[in-house]
């Protein structure tokens, strides 16, 4: 399977315009995100999809670039006008901002793709910060390792131990954290980007509940791994210092 890299990114940002190119231990954001994926052993190509030349100048130095249009409603879709005109079988859609990405989680998405139609990963929450913050999307898988529903409510409920504390639930049953990785069959992306937004989507704000809503599965693999993004300025201290251990 002819699998690619897509990396959406965009200059503008209302917390932090200019994000992908700002310099993180002297190199652009966006060419730490590019190194690390070039390391996967699955993927056949790295590209990194953007709507902004600047963007366009610098990453054409160390990888592949497509100029997409400007009014996408999101970097799914950006993906999605890449896909339709190259030649691949599928594509893992790789966050712009995490650049410590770890190449085996990338390879692990796209190893899913084998047997079914999307792929994304997930981790076990171990921080009870976590537990509770809407902003730390919660998901819940089959037997089958499929996704069975995406929240940012903490799902399931444990009925039984309702009223023990934080850190007591996370010990008795393995709560699991969305990380924001996708793995699509070109076929499969082509077709999601073509329905209209889901009411699950639209209630959660969660565009990967517009798959469920449709029928298409997604295979969830389980990880041990931290994504560590950068979204704001002050961030960029933590993965420098991250960088130089």
């Known amino acids: 399977m002819n699998i690619i890299g897509v990396i959406p990114a965009r200059f503008a940002s209302t917390r932090f315009p200019g994000k992908p ?45 497509e100029m997409t249009a400007p009014d996408h409603a999101s970097g799914t879709d950006r993906i999605a006008e890449v896909v339709q005109r190259t030649r691949c079988d599928a594509a893992v859609n790789i966050q712009g901002d995490e650049p410590l990405i770890d190449p085996a989680v990338v390879d692990k998405v796209a190893e899913a793709l084998a047997n079914s139609p999307m792929s994304t990963a997930a981790t076990r929450i171990k921080n009870p910060a976590e537990y509770g913050n809407p902003n730390v999307v919660k998901v819940v898988v089959n037997a089958m390792g499929r996704a069975l529903y995406f929240s940012r409510r903490t799902i399931p409920y444990l009925r039984d131990a309702a009223n023990g504390s934080v850190a007591e639930q996370l010990a008795a049953f393995p709560f699991l954290k969305h990380l924001g990785i996708y793995g699509y069959r070109q076929e499969t992306l082509l077709r999601l980007v073509q329905f209209p937004v889901s009411p699950l989507e639209d209630a959660e704000k969660l565009e990967q509940l517009r798959a469920l ?13 931290e994504s560590v993004g950068v979204d704001v300025l002050e961030d960029v201290n933590r993965v420098e210092e991250l960088l130089r251990k």
């Open 21 to 65: 190119l700002h310099l993180i231990a002297g190199k652009p954001l966006i060419q730490h995100v590019v190194e690390r994926c070039q390391k996967a052993k699955l993927l056949s190509d790295i590209i990194v999809a953007t709507d902004d030349t600047r963007i366009f100048e610098v990453a054409q130095d160390f990888c592949r670039v």
């Open 213 to 225: 809503d449709h029928g298409i599965d997604i295979a969830v693999v389980q990880v041990d791994y």
